[in-house]
């Protein structure tokens, strides 16, 4: 076997990695080949489903499984809390996993807190698609001049009085 130059080292490297270049290719389309069942009637997914199902698959297809079980939680607080804790707390709403819940009183907001684990067990159960990780329990609070949950602390209001 004759030696070879590095030149035609690297064009046969070349060939054996990419094919020969001067092979005739054909870009032919491959036909799909039909699933078996698929183009007869009543094959594989043909058959109608039920209305339920359909919404079902459309929703989890769409991701709107967490924002309609959030919903769904919120509208079941009396069932999810008791009802004599309900009229007592409202759900605010969920930020980032975070169960918001203002009490009218700071002695409820501590007795949320003790109830805290019933309640995210429940929650857990009923509507584990919803992905809430904790619930904070607010009670009334005092009037503030912040105006967001992100602001910078300073002076207050008497910055601006000269």
């Not at 092979?23 to 339920?52: C, E, M, Y």
């Not at 607080?77 to 007592?88: D, M, R």
């Not at 969920?94 to 995210?120: K, N, P, Y």
């Not at 929650?123 to 912040?146: C, L, Y």
């Amino acid at each position: 076997m004759a030696e070879h130059s590095e030149a035609a080292k690297v064009y046969l490297r070349f060939k054996d990695v990419f094919g020969d270049p001067n092979a005739k290719r054909t870009r032919a389309r491959r036909k799909a080949s039909p699933q078996i069942g698929s183009s007869v009637p009543f094959g594989a997914g043909r058959d109608p489903r039920g209305l339920g199902e359909t919404i079902n698959s459309l929703t989890a297809q769409l991701g709107w499984n967490s924002p309609m079980a959030q919903s769904d939680l919120l509208g079941s607080w009396i069932e999810l809390a008791g009802e004599e804790t309900a009229k007592h707390s409202t759900p605010a709403g969920i930020d980032e996993g975070i169960l918001t819940v203002h009490c009218e009183s700071t002695a409820w907001a501590t007795q949320l807190r003790m109830m805290r684990v019933e309640i995210m067990t429940q929650i857990m159960q009923k509507f584990p698609d919803a992905g809430i990780a904790a619930i904070r329990f607010q009670g009334p609070n005092a009037p503030s001049w912040k105006k967001g949950p992100r602001s910078i602390p300073g002076r207050g209001p008497r910055d601006t009085y000269g």
